[in-house]
T-cell receptor, first 109, second 113 residues
Framework: EDQVTQSPEALRLQEGESSSLNCSYT??????LFWYRQDPGKGPEFLFT???AGEEKEKERLKATLTKKESFLHITAPKPEDSATYLC??????????FGSGTQLTVLP | KAGVTQTPRYLIKTRGQQVTLSCSPI?????VSWYQQTPGQGLQFLFE???????NKGNFPGRFSGRQFSNSRSEMNVSTLELGDSALYLC????????????FGSGTQLSVL
């Protein structure tokens, strides 16, 4: 059974204080690791897809990386508008996403 | 380009009733997936439809069913509602089947009393 663990559950940062979110996974036949952002009252918004260990992708202040067992979402110099819940979801051989419980990020001005 | 549209936004039902939720995907998208989101279980996959055929199914009881029409619009039905079915039901569309780059709607918040 595919399993995903995200840590920490919640993270409070001061504006400009960089940090990383972790996503540990056990998936049979990984076919991509997806990161989404979810704001209150909305559906998740796609951020990145990573397909192989060593791959990195960047978007503004976010950078996602992938190893064989983990993915990290690095947030550099965050702003209050980066506050959201960040979800990771590996896709296995069953070709469906298994979502982690998310990291709720709060960036204080 | 319009996003994924889900209706209604909120629903209140009582135990034993049935409910139908609707989803209109992004124009040109042929895959529609449904997810249940609860505070305790997070986001869980219900099923995926592509070209009017169910292509994948999660671990939910048969009370949960869906269908997709020729215009790619999809409906999800839950029969004999239970208190535990209270959740946010999210629909996501994609160009390709198999959970590639999903675009989510804002969901239908279902409360079962």
């Amino acid at each position: 059974e595919d399993q995903v663990t995200q840590s920490p559950e919640a993270l409070r940062l001061q504006e400009g204080e960089s940090s990383s979110l972790n996503c540990s996974y056990t998936v049979s036949g990984l076919r991509g690791l997806f990161w989404y952002r979810q704001d209150p009252g909305k559906g998740p918004e796609f951020l990145f897809t990573l397909y192989s260990a060593g791959e990195e992708k960047e978007k503004e202040r976010l950078k996602a990386t992938l190893t064989k067992k983990e993915s990290f979402l690095h947030i550099t110099a965050p702003k209050p508008e980066d506050s959201a819940t960040y979800l990771c979801a590996p896709r296995g051989s069953a070709r469906q996403l298994t979502f982690g419980s998310g990291t709720q990020l709060t960036v204080l001005p | 380009k319009a996003g994924v549209t889900q209706t209604p936004r909120y629903l209140i039902k009582t135990r034993g009733q049935q409910v139908t939720l609707s989803c209109s995907p992004i124009s040109g998208h042929r895959s529609v997936s449904w997810y249940q989101q609860t505070p305790g279980q997070g986001l869980q996959f219900l099923f995926e439809y592509f070209s009017e055929t169910q292509r994948n199914k999660g671990n939910f009881p048969g009370r949960f069913s869906g269908r997709q029409f020729s215009n790619s619009r999809s409906e999800m039905n839950v029969s004999t509602l239970e208190l535990g079915d209270s959740a946010l039901y999210l629909c996501a569309s994609s160009l390709l089947e198999g959970a590639e780059k999903l675009f989510f709607g804002s969901g239908t918040q279902l409360s079962v009393l």
